[in-house]
């Protein structure tokens, strides 16, 4: 399937602004403090024990944590920003649940967390099958944060899609987390059924390389194999398009001198003379 041109130039003018709001948001931040002592940088210098390693291995490892959590912030607005392309984005959902939808939900993540237990079960898609016809009398509205919930007007289908963007799903939060996407899910489908409502567990990279199986187990333990949705099957997503991950990652390659520069500057700043 070609990409429209339009479209690709639209996704194309909003990676190149992104990644160059991004540099230059990034060094005029950390050049702006490099004199603070409660600067991002400076705030994280005082291990000793990576300091007894030498300046250098001192700043790029405050730098990296840096770069690392503003970068994902970058590329979760970016991905944002491509999806209003192609469909209404919302940030959360909200509507009526059952009772016993609740309880259904509660009884299989306790199946699917334990691990050891007779009971234990893997998810999969069917586990929802019928879910929206368990409505007793006891209902009540309820209001989720969601970090993607994309509507397709052409198609009718919406997905609630949970992004890590490295893909680290955390041991404590992962119960949670696929709790409140299924109690979205729930709110949805009872409005729309359960054929129009898809859940996903998204990276926008592939931590195991690009093209090879996801394999982290917290990930599995929770989600169906058809609910992960994975670098490029991400990006595909949200740019509408089965070349969206190709136009996006082609773009960032073309624009991520901006980010180096920037990091050139920083560096001059807080290591002068090569330090």
Same mark, same amino acid.
């Given at each position: ?9 639209? &996704?194309?003018? @909003? ?55 503003? !970068?994902?912030?970058? !590329? ?11 469909? =209404? ?6 509507? @009526? @649940? ?18 050891? /237990? ?7 898609? %069917?586990?929802? =099958? ?29 997905? #609630?899609?949970?992004?890590?963007? /490295? +893909?680290?799903? =955390?041991? *404590? ?12 899910? %729930? ?10 409502? *898809? ?11 690009? /093209?090879?199986?996801?394999?982290? +187990? ?10 992960? %949705? &994975? ?7 949200? %740019?509408?398009?089965?070349? +969206?991950? =190709?136009?996006? @990652? ?8 901006? &980010?180096?520069?920037? #990091? ?9 003379? +090569?330090?």
């Amino acid at each position: 399937m070609s990409t429209n041109v339009n479209k690709e130039r639209a &996704i194309r003018a @909003i990676v190149s602004n992104a990644v160059k709001t991004y540099a230059n948001g990034f060094s005029m931040r950390h050049l702006a403090e490099v004199d603070d002592e409660n600067g991002v940088i400076n705030m994280k210098i005082h291990n000793v024990f990576i300091a007894a390693l030498g300046r250098e291995i001192q700043y790029y490892s405050a730098l990296a944590r840096s770069l690392d959590s503003s !970068l994902g912030n970058m !590329l979760e607005s970016m991905a944002i920003s491509i999806a209003q392309l192609n469909y =209404d984005v919302s940030q959360h959902v909200e509507g @009526i @649940i059952y009772q016993e939808q609740t309880d259904y939900i509660a009884e299989l993540l306790e199946r699917y967390k334990n691990t050891k /237990g007779e009971n234990h079960k893997k998810p999969e898609l %069917c586990d929802y =099958d019928g879910i929206t016809k368990m409505r007793s009398t006891a209902k009540h509205s309820k209001r989720h944060e969601s970090d993607y919930y994309l509507k397709d007007t052409e198609t009718g289908k919406s997905y #609630l899609i949970e992004l890590k963007i /490295g +893909g680290d799903l =955390d041991n *404590k939060k992962a119960r949670s987390e696929k709790e409140a996407l299924l109690e979205q899910y %729930c709110i949805l489908a009872n409005e729309e059924g359960e054929d129009n409502v *898809k859940i996903l567990f998204a990276t926008a990279y592939n931590r195991y390389g690009e /093209g090879k199986p996801w394999t982290q +187990g917290r990930v599995r333990q929770f989600f169906a194999d058809e609910e992960l %949705c &994975i670098s490029r099957d991400f990006w595909n997503l949200v %740019c509408k398009d089965e070349g +969206g991950y =190709d136009i996006v @990652i082609d773009e960032y390659k073309k624009n991520a001198h901006f &980010i180096n520069e920037a #990091l050139d500057e920083i560096k001059s700043a807080y290591l002068p003379d +090569g330090e």
